[in-house]
C-alpha cells in the first residue's frame, strides 16, 4: 500500500490530484476501483481512462484529467506501471538458510544471506552467492557459481561448471547446461562427441519455464546480460547472445548461432547452424532461418525461409493474386 504522492516521487513523476489517495492494487482500466493503480498506454484508450474508476492513473502528457482523477503524468505509462507492480508487490527476498532437507556438500561455499530450499542439491565447489534463493528441488552441479541476489525457482538444474550472474531469474524446470547435441557418424552408428565446454550467464538474465541452454562442445556458451528468454526456449550449443536479447516462446536455435545485441526474436521460430542474427534485428514469429544466414539490422524479417517484411506481403499479394484469376479462369472455362 501506498499513496500516490509517494509513489510519483519513487518514480520521479508529477501528481495531479490527490497525492493522499492510497493504492493498494492494480488494475485494467475497465475492471480497477478506487484504491488501484491503471495506466493509459495510447489515446485510443484516453476515453476509457475517463469513465475508469481507478484511484490513480499513469498517462501521458496529452492526457486530458477528468474531474477528480489522480493521475501521474508519464512519458512512458506502461513502463512506470511495471515499476509500480514491482513497488506494490515486491519480489520475495531470501529467507538466509538451509532446509534441513536440503543437501549441500561441504566443499560448497554458501554465503550465509542465502536460501537453500528443500530437497536442494548443491554439489562441491560450487559458490552461492549473497542474498540467492535455490529453490525447492533445485540441482546445481559441481563448480557452478550462482551471483548475488539470483532466483532459482523449483526444480531448476544447473549442470557443473555452469556461471550465472548477478540478479539473473530462473523459472522451474529450466535446465542450464546439459550435453549439447554433438554426434559424428562412425561405423554405421553415432558416436557421441564429448561436450566439454561450459555455459556463461550474465548478470539481469531472465530464463522461462522449460528452457533449456546447452553447454558449448569446446569453449562457452554465452548469454549477455539483460537477455530475457521466454518458456520452452532451446538456445543450443557454442551460440552467443548479446546483451538484451528478447527471444519468444518455441524459439529453437541450433549450434553456433550468434545473436546481436537488443536483437528481438519472435516465438516458434527456428535458426539454423550457425547463422548471425545482427544487433536490433526482428524475426517475426514462425519465421526460418537457415543455416548460415545473415539477418541484418533494420527491416523486420518474416516467413520461410525469412526475408524483409516488405517483400514476405507483397509474394502473399502475388500469391493471392495468381490464385484469384485461376479460379476466376475457371469459372469462365
Known amino acids: 500500500m501506498i499513496q500516490a504522492g509517494e509513489l510519483a516521487a519513487r518514480l520521479g513523476l ?16 475497465e475492471s480497477a476501483g ?15 481512462a475517463a469513465a475508469s474508476r481507478a484511484g490513480c492513473l499513469l498517462a501521458p502528457q496529452q492526457y486530458e484529467v477528468a474531474g477528480g482523477q489522480t493521475v501521474l503524468v508519464s512519458s512512458n505509462p506502461r513502463a512506470d506501471f511495471g515499476k509500480t507492480l514491482g513497488i506494490l508487490f515486491p519480489a520475495r527476498r531470501a529467507a538466509p538458510g538451509i532446509h534441513p532437507a536440503a543437501l549441500v556438500d561441504p566443499a560448497a561455499v554458501v554465503d550465509v544471506s542465502a536460501e537453500i530450499g528443500p530437497g536442494a542439491v548443491v554439489e562441491a565447489g560450487t559458490v552461492i552467492g549473497a542474498g540467492v534463493v535455490v529453490g525447492a528441488g533445485c540441482f546445481v552441479g559441481a563448480g557452478s557459481v550462482i551471483g548475488g541476489e539470483t532466483v532459482l525457482h ?61 553447454r558449448a562442445a569446446l569453449g562457452v556458451t554465452v548469454i549477455g546480460d539483460g537477455t530475457k528468454l521466454d518458456n520452452m526456449v532451446h538456445i543450443a550449443h557454442n551460440c552467443v547472445l548479446g546483451r538484451h536479447v528478447v527471444i519468444a516462446a518455441q524459439t529453437g536455435l541450433a549450434g553456433g548461432v550468434t545473436v546481436g545485441d537488443y536483437a528481438v526474436v519472435g516465438g516458434q ?12 534485428a526482428v524475426i517475426g514469429s514462425g519465421a526460418g532461418i537457415l543455416t548460415s544466414k545473415i539477418v541484418r539490422a533494420g527491416e523486420p524479417v518474416w516467413g520461410t525461409p525469412a526475408r524483409p517484411l516488405r517483400q514476405y506481403l507483397a509474394q502473399l499479394a502475388e500469391v493471392s493474386r495468381l490464385a484469384r484469376n485461376r479460379k476466376q479462369g475457371g469459372e469462365k472455362g
Open 14 to 29: 508529477e501528481v495531479v490530484g490527490k497525492a493522499d489517495t492510497w493504492i493498494r492494487g492494480a488494475a485494467p482500466l
Open 34 to 48: 478506487d484504491s488501484d493503480v491503471a495506466f493509459v498506454g495510447t489515446p485510443k484508450l484516453f476515453a476509457a
Open 154 to 214: 523449483h526444480r531448476v538444474t544447473v549442470y557443473p561448471r555452469v556461471t550465472l550472474g548477478k540478479r539473473c531469474i530462473v523459472h522451474a524446470g529450466a535446465v542450464i547446461g546439459a550435453d549439447g547435441f554433438g554426434f559424428e557418424m562412425q561405423g554405421g552408428r553415432f558416436q557421441k562427441v564429448p561436450q566439454v565446454g561450459t555455459v556463461a550467464v550474465g548478470d539481469d538474465v531472465e530464463i522461462g519455464a522449460n528452457t533449456c541452454i546447452d
Open 269 to 280: 521460430v527456428g535458426v539454423g547452424d550457425k547463422a548471425r542474427i545482427e544487433s536490433k
